[in-house]
């Protein structure tokens, strides 16, 4: 897979109270002309910078389908929300407010 072909979405970036962890998503093109989207958990090691925990590469009918999961995440959240307390942490929520946006940005 090209990283030459990848755009990288830096909004992804934790929060300074997760300065040891990020998650960085991408779109890379394949040497077939098709997209993946990919998503690297990292951690930050003392003495060894940015590593990769984790890479999940998703073709088109995974995204489809994790977009179908993160839509129905992102309207639990909410109703949750409204009526009581989540068992996800409001920051957990966001971020899956914004995967969810990215997801639906690069599936059109």
């Known amino acids: 897979m090209g990283g030459e072909n990848a755009k990288k979405y830096d909004r992804f970036q934790p ?16 040497d077939d002309g098709r997209q993946q989207v990919i998503l690297e958990d990292l951690s930050y090691g003392p003495g060894i910078g940015w590593y990769v925990q984790k890479t999940i590469r998703l073709d088109a009918r995974q995204v489809d ?24 942490s409001a920051d957990t929520a966001e971020r899956i407010l914004q995967l969810t946006d990215f997801i639906d940005s690069t599936a059109g």
């Open 15 to 30: 929060g300074a109270k997760d300065d040891q962890r990020r998650v960085e998503v991408r779109v890379e093109t394949d």
């Open 65 to 88: 389908a994790l977009m179908g999961a993160l839509c129905c995440a992102k309207q639990e959240s909410r109703r949750q929300r409204k009526f009581s307390r989540s068992d996800i």
